[in-house]
């Protein structure tokens, strides 16, 4: 891949990961059909480049970030294993994300370069529908709805079927939380936040299952998702007030699988 195919990579990752429309598909859509990339070297790939936007992440919830690691009653709470309410929102979470994920990635991992671009094309297009009809059927907004163990397995176990190329991770997870009540604002915020720990562990995992293959193109793509993800994120926030994407996933879908015809 040219030094453009590295840059549109990383600009598209830091542009679409926020928005619950699977930034990891248009990605694969593109390495695949473009640039010839194996389905399985895409869907790496594409993984790969959300350890910019995490760092993105990091960064601007560097706040929360540091009231959800701050101990209880000192560190002592951490080796007693006494959390506070939203640690074990966070903690329980990232565990089934895990439980649900690994085995969904090694499944899909040996079965993508079996698939042919036509199929794998129409199947992120229609799982794209299925993102954007949860986002429309979710339950009345609750006033300060609590984390609570209920919604962190709910959370957790939809973050762990997003491993799926065409099923949005930022997408499915917020969904989850509006279904439980929380405002878009939340559910959008603690959707972001959750995704640290998690993708921080899939990269390491990625990284001893496949090797430390690592190049200049892949440090360029990451450092540019990194930076658009930084100043793409307080505006998403601020468009949960005002936009439904199910729309955009619609819409995205629709031309998917047009493509996937033509």
């Known amino acids: 891949m040219n030094i453009i195919g590295y840059l549109a990579t990383g600009f598209l990752q830091g542009l679409l990961e926020w928005l619950p429309i699977s930034s990891k598909s248009q990605v694969m859509i593109i390495l695949s059909n473009i640039f010839g990339y194996s389905s399985s070297s895409a869907f790496d790939y594409s993984i790969f480049l959300h350890t910019g936007t995490v760092i993105a992440a990091i960064i601007y919830f560097r706040k929360e970030l540091k009231d959800v690691l701050k101990p209880k009653q000192g560190l002592k709470s951490f080796i007693n294993l006494d959390f506070t309410e939203l640690q074990k929102f966070y903690l329980i979470s990232v565990i ?9 990635y090694f499944l899909l991992r040996s079965k993508l370069d079996l698939m042919n671009t036509f199929a794998i094309t129409l199947a992120i297009g229609l799982l794209l529908f299925v993102t954007g009809i949860i986002q429309l059927i979710r339950k009345k907004q609750i006033s300060n709805p609590r984390p609570s163990t209920k919604n962190a397995l709910l959370l957790g176990i939809s973050q762990g ?26 559910a959008f915020r603690h959707s972001f936040i959750l995704s640290i720990p998690t993708i921080l562990i899939g990269e390491i995992g990625l990284a001893v299952i496949n090797g430390f293959s690592f190049s200049a193109g892949m440090l360029l793509a990451m450092t540019i998702a990194g930076i658009v993800g930084y100043f793409t994120i307080g505006l998403l926030i601020k468009a949960t007030k005002k936009i439904n994407f199910a729309y955009f996933c619609f819409i995205i879908g629709a ?6 015809f033509v």
Not at 255 to 260: G, L, Q
């Open 255 to 260: 031309i998917y699988v047009f493509i996937s």
């Open 161 to 186: 079927f997003a491993i799926i190329p065409g099923i949005s991770r930022s997408g499915i997870t917020t969904s989850a939380l509006l279904f439980e009540g929380f405002s878009p604002e939340d």
């Open 96 to 104: 089934f994300t895990l439980i649900i994920s690994v085995p969904i």
